[in-house]
């Protein structure tokens, strides 16, 4: 990693020290330790399962779909859907086959939430059978048994006729001694989206991919010249090497057209780790860090990846919004930590990956959003807020989904990502059906917007959760290669995004205080966080007038 600095004035090793001193000082200050990590909920897209409990009729069999390719077909494309039936009910199944089921095109996104949602077979809903040699026979299927299934359909034989999102089921049909007579015993619903030629105009999509971590180095450092910092653990470096969690998201998101989005704690934490650190033991005592290699060699790569991308930098440790906004404005001084992180998040961008980021966005927990949470967003200079669409919910009864920017007043524009996309894969992805099973949701989401005003062109953004683990960054760049690969979307940068004509039609009113999710609410920092941050930066001001060296407590704002 090249060590050329970017602050005017400043030689490469004043600046990297710079970054050193400033970064322990603000990660020390709770408040600037992070978003709180909110419990992950389980995914929307996560299909209910059969089970021996409620194992009857056509929920006697667990259909499981571990993969379906293409995710979008073509014409001359053959679909191949592979997976396993499990039989949870307690006597045998005896001629059973698994089967593809394929209806007409659904109708709206409300129509592939209800079919995703819908729990055992209907008749007529679930359409007829494909049948004939694309099934898969078992002879029998005994309780408690599993059996593998692989079936390939030429997409002609599918029967696609408009451009839509198609239900496809696929289920397992046989009989029992106590029901001698062919039935559907269970079944797994998913979509094909199907637009063999390319859309125009097409939808402009963005996606944000975070690069946030919890906080990692403490406000200590080394008594030494160097003033050696140190880590509470080494958890960083595990996600950070081969295989880790940050590690899949930087492999994975260089081969992506999206938007870097930063937490610059997580760069001056990774850049002290490619020097000489330490790491807290249980007992009080340190042991020198090893991992200075996979350090340089993570930032390198990341370096090279972002040369040419945007970026948008959060305030540094990415602040709780939110908690700041509801219980902690009223203490004095708290606003002007969230300054001070603002200050210094393009600084520390630019001395570790030597680009300009954009620090105009403010991204509140879930993109929920109220007035106070505006204010507090926007009076450290960012003029921007990340919402969702489920916080800022539409109330003027469009038809289709508007594009995400919309004025909000007082020179502040919101960018209200679509809540189904961005929600698409929380919850556990490393089971291969569930992860199936979201992709291909996504997709009949991302392309039912395109049809529901095809001559309208509109801006889409997704923002996922904040730290995605590996298996969920996995599963979203294989929807995000499947959606970029397609013909009905094109990736397109936050700040176009940000900029595109707003629609008339969309709403622009934020929430009241009392519309704030109550869930959310219970994971704010209480006001007593606030007031013990207040006291503890009176002390430390108080203290460091006896210093020698009082650039060591404070953070610079100049050369050292």
């Given at each position: 990693?090249?060590?050329?600095?970017?602050?005017?004035?400043?030689?490469?090793?004043?600046?990297?020290?710079?970054?050193?001193?400033?970064?322990?000082?603000?990660?020390?200050?709770?408040?600037?330790?992070?978003?709180?990590?909110?419990?992950?909920?389980?995914?929307?897209?996560?299909?209910?399962?059969?089970?021996?409990?409620?194992?009857?009729?056509?929920?006697t069999v667990d259909v499981s779909l571990d993969s379906l390719s293409p995710s979008v077909p073509t014409d001359g494309d053959t679909v191949t859907v592979s997976g396993t039936v499990t039989n949870h009910g307690k006597q045998t199944i005896t001629g059973a086959h698994v089967g593809l089921r394929v209806n007409a095109p659904l109708s709206d996104r409300t129509a592939i939430t209800d079919a995703a949602e819908r729990r055992g077979y209907q008749p007529g809903v679930d359409g007829a059978e494909i049948g004939g040699k694309y099934v898969e026979k078992f002879p029998q299927l005994a309780a408690g048994v599993s059996q593998h299934f692989d079936i390939s359909v030429p997409v002609k034989e599918l029967d696609l006729g408009s451009d839509g999102v198609y239900q496809l089921g696929v289920s397992l049909s046989g009989q029992t001694a106590a029901q001698p007579w062919d039935q559907v015993l269970g079944i797994q619903r998913t979509f094909l989206p199907w637009q063999p030629d390319g859309a125009d105009p097409k939808t402009k999509t963005t996606y944000l991919w975070p690069l946030i971590s919890t906080v990692h180095q403490t406000a200590e450092t080394g008594s030494n010249e160097q003033q050696t910092p140190v880590f509470r653990n080494d958890d960083l470096a595990k996600e950070i090497s081969p295989g880790g969690r940050l590690d899949q998201l930087l492999s994975l998101g260089k081969e992506l057209d999206v938007t870097w989005v930063i937490d610059p704690d997580l760069l001056a934490s990774v850049d002290a780790m490619a020097g000489s650190y330490s790491i807290q033991n249980g007992n009080g005592?340190?042991?020198?860090?090893?991992?200075?290699?996979?350090?340089?060699?993570?930032?390198?790569?990341?370096?090279?990846?972002?040369?040419?991308?945007?970026?948008?930098?959060?305030?540094?440790?990415?602040?709780?919004?939110?908690?700041?906004?509801?219980?902690?404005?009223?203490?004095?001084?708290?606003?002007?930590?969230?300054?001070?992180?603002?200050?210094v998040a393009a600084s520390t961008v630019e001395t570790v990956l030597h680009v300009k980021p954009s620090?105009?966005?403010?991204?509140?927990?879930?993109?929920?959003?109220?007035?106070?949470?505006?204010?507090?967003?926007?009076?450290?200079?960012?003029?921007k807020v990340i919402a969702r669409s489920d916080s800022l919910k539409e109330t003027g009864g469009l038809s289709y989904t508007p594009s995400a920017a919309r004025p909000v007043g007082g020179g502040t524009t919101a960018v209200v990502a679509d809540a189904p996309l961005s929600t698409a894969f929380q919850g556990d992805m490393t089971k291969a059906d569930t992860s199936t099973l979201a992709v291909q949701r996504f997709l009949a989401q991302s392309l039912m917007i395109s049809l529901q005003d095809p001559d309208k062109q509109r801006s889409i953004v997704v923002a996922p959760q904040r730290m995605p683990s590996a298996s969920q960054a996995q599963t979203m760049a294989q929807a995000l290669t499947a959606l970029q690969e397609g013909n009905w979307a094109q990736p397109q940068d936050l700040s176009a995004a940000a900029k595109a004509k707003p629609d008339p039609g969309a709403t622009t009113r934020i929430p009241s205080a009392s519309a704030y999710p109550s869930s959310l609410r219970k994971q704010e920092l209480p006001q007593s966080a606030f007031e013990k941050i207040e006291a503890i930066q009176s002390k430390l001001d108080n203290f460091k007038v006896i210093l020698t060296a009082p650039p060591r407590v404070v953070t610079p704002s100049g050369g050292p």
């Open positions: 990693m090249a060590e050329a600095a970017d602050f005017q004035g400043m030689s490469p090793s004043p600046a990297r020290r710079w970054l050193k001193r400033t970064g322990a000082l603000l990660a020390g200050a709770p408040l600037l330790a992070g978003l709180l990590q909110l419990p992950v909920a389980p995914s929307a897209y996560a299909a209910e399962k059969a089970s021996p409990a409620d194992a009857s009729g056509s929920r005592s340190k042991t020198a860090g090893k991992n200075q290699a996979v350090a340089k060699q993570w930032l390198a790569e990341l370096e090279k990846t972002v040369e040419d991308k945007e970026i948008v930098a959060l305030p540094f440790a990415d602040p709780d919004l939110a908690s700041l906004a509801h219980n902690g404005k009223n203490v004095t001084g708290s606003l002007s930590h969230l300054k001070d992180a603002t200050d620090t105009d966005f403010a991204w509140p927990a879930d993109g929920a959003v109220d007035p106070s949470i505006v204010k507090v967003a926007t009076s450290a200079g960012a003029d």
